[in-house]
């Protein structure tokens, strides 16, 4: 897969997200997705790459340690324009 930082991905739920983050964490590409249309939507994604798809993570230790990861990986990448392109 080549998702990326601000992205628009369509998930099974029919809901439009917006790559917010994107991490590499023990050999795994972890994304952190937010509702393009209610932003209080969030969701965790492991990509798997032997069937090209998503699947969300929903272990609350694993997205403790992701949430830093997340956090330093979208500080610079994502502007107050992307932010207001994002709410509307």
């Known amino acids: 897969m080549n998702v990326e930082i601000k992205d ?17 964490y023990e ?9 393009k249309d209610k932003n209080e ?3 965790f994604c492991v990509e798997k790459p032997e069937n ?3 699947l969300e993570v929903e272990d609350a230790n694993l997205i403790q340690k992701l ?10 990448a994502i502007t107050k324009e ?3 392109i994002i709410g509307q």
Not at 27 to 35: C, E, K, M, R
Request: proline fraction near 2%; avoid cysteine.
């Open 27 to 35: 050999n795994n590409t972890y994304y952190y997705l937010i509702d």
């Open 8 to 24: 628009i991905l369509v998930l099974s739920d029919d809901n439009s997200y917006v790559v917010v983050s994107k991490v590499i």
């Open 41 to 43: 939507n969030l969701k």
């Open 82 to 84: 992307d932010l207001e």
């Open 67 to 76: 949430l830093p990861l997340f956090l330093k990986a979208s500080t610079y």
């Open 52 to 54: 090209n798809s998503l």
